[in-house]
């Protein structure tokens, strides 16, 4: 009598916890993540502050902060080195938004300069950065490029709300 | 909507569209097929998924019922999003496998308190860009023993680029 509620009481435990395990286990995946440490260490000790990372499988760009000046810096992952990018910080412009593609070949910034917001196309290869313009008027904040350089997505203010203008790129 | 530039070696380039929304935190997916966005619906922030080329909301499963509070983040397929969520009166990452419909709660080494992620496209790393003592910083995490890769393609299917 006593066995067989302990294997009653032992069925219900397991019917009604099984699958309470079973949901969390399936909805929440717990544990931690592995930091890059050397990466993470260059990360931290070549600039005071870096902000606005996007990640791409070869290539990290951010907005990094030296004495007081903040410039877009292309770093190649394989070497843990800043790529040279000619052309691209200048010492009357602030960087606001910066998105490259997945070869590190195209840039999509969005930068100010003398109280404008500029929207830009950086060609790495060729080493030209070029204007955009949305054709209705608006002040871009962000950008995201895909990994092809093709698609360029804009977080643009207008009349007090944020929108988004999507654009395909040509070669 | 087309987009000009100042420069005559930019063509003109066919608009995909203009969302109208009081939305924020555009990402494309790295195949440029799946946009995410941060949407405020009656005074809540919620993150959707959009597929571009069908111009239809992809489901997320777990995300409706967090409160959003931005820089979403998608793969290469949009397989993977990352997003940064407000919990407790605190900000944590996420990330939803869209594919088989699990969430992995990313746990950051104390005292980080996340502002803007970036996945990897295939999703093998995330970069964190956290808030340490009043000074931002950026940090890229591996996430491989954590979720599976998503699909990339191969080299010879990008562009080429050199360093």
């Given at each position: 009598m006593r066995r067989n509620l302990k294997i009653r009481?032992?069925?219900?435990?397991?019917?009604?916890?099984?699958?309470?395990?079973?949901?969390?286990?399936?909805?929440?995946?717990?544990?931690?993540i592995q930091p890059l440490n050397?990466?993470?260490?260059?990360?931290?000790?070549?600039?005071?502050?870096?902000?606005?990372?996007?990640?791409?499988?070869?290539?990290?760009?951010?907005?990094?902060?030296?004495?007081?000046?903040?410039?877009?810096?292309?770093?190649?992952?394989?070497t843990r080195k800043a790529i040279p990018i000619p052309g691209v910080n200048r010492p009357d412009a602030q960087p606001l938004?910066?998105?490259?593609?997945?070869?590190?070949?195209?840039?999509?910034?969005?930068?100010?300069?003398?109280?404008?917001?500029?929207l830009l196309l950086y060609r790495r290869r060729l080493g030209t950065l070029q204007q955009l313009e949305l054709k209705r008027k608006g002040i871009p904040r962000k950008v995201s490029l895909d990994g092809k350089g093709r698609v360029l997505a804009v977080q643009v203010s207008r009349d007090g709300l944020w929108e988004t203008d999507l654009f395909r790129l040509s070669n | 909507m087309s987009l000009a530039s100042c420069s005559t070696s930019v063509k003109t380039a066919p608009s995909l569209g203009v969302f109208k929304q009081n939305q924020r935190d555009a990402a494309l997916s790295g195949n440029g097929e799946n946009l995410a966005i941060i949407v405020d619906q009656q005074g809540r922030a919620t993150v959707q998924v959009q597929d571009l080329r069908q111009g239809k909301?992809?489901?997320?499963?777990?995300?409706?019922?967090?409160?959003?509070?931005?820089?979403?983040?998608?793969?290469?397929?949009?397989?993977?999003?990352?997003?940064?969520?407000?919990r407790n009166n605190r900000r944590e990452v996420i990330i939803e496998d869209r594919t088989?419909?699990?969430?992995?709660?990313?746990?950051?080494?104390?005292?980080?308190?996340?502002?803007r992620v970036s996945l990897s496209p295939d999703a093998r790393q995330i970069a964190i860009q956290s808030s340490i003592q009043g000074k931002w910083r950026v940090e890229v995490f591996d996430l491989r023993q954590k979720i599976d890769a998503d699909v990339v393609p191969g080299r010879e299917a990008l562009p080429s680029a050199s360093q």
């Open positions: 009481l032992n069925k219900s435990i397991f019917f009604i916890y099984f699958p309470l395990l079973l949901i969390l286990g399936g909805c929440n995946q717990g544990g931690s050397g990466l993470n260490g260059m990360l931290l000790t070549s600039s005071n502050s870096r902000k606005e990372p996007d990640l791409e499988r070869n290539w990290l760009v951010t907005l990094s902060n030296s004495n007081g000046k903040e410039k877009i810096e292309l770093i190649n992952l394989r938004s910066v998105s490259i593609s997945a070869n590190g070949e195209r840039m999509a910034i969005i930068r100010q300069r003398a109280n404008q917001i500029e | 909301f992809l489901p997320t499963r777990h995300l409706n019922r967090y409160q959003a509070h931005g820089s979403p983040s998608l793969s290469w397929t949009g397989r993977y999003l990352a997003v940064i969520i407000q088989k419909g699990r969430l992995h709660r990313i746990q950051l080494p104390i005292n980080r308190d996340p502002i």
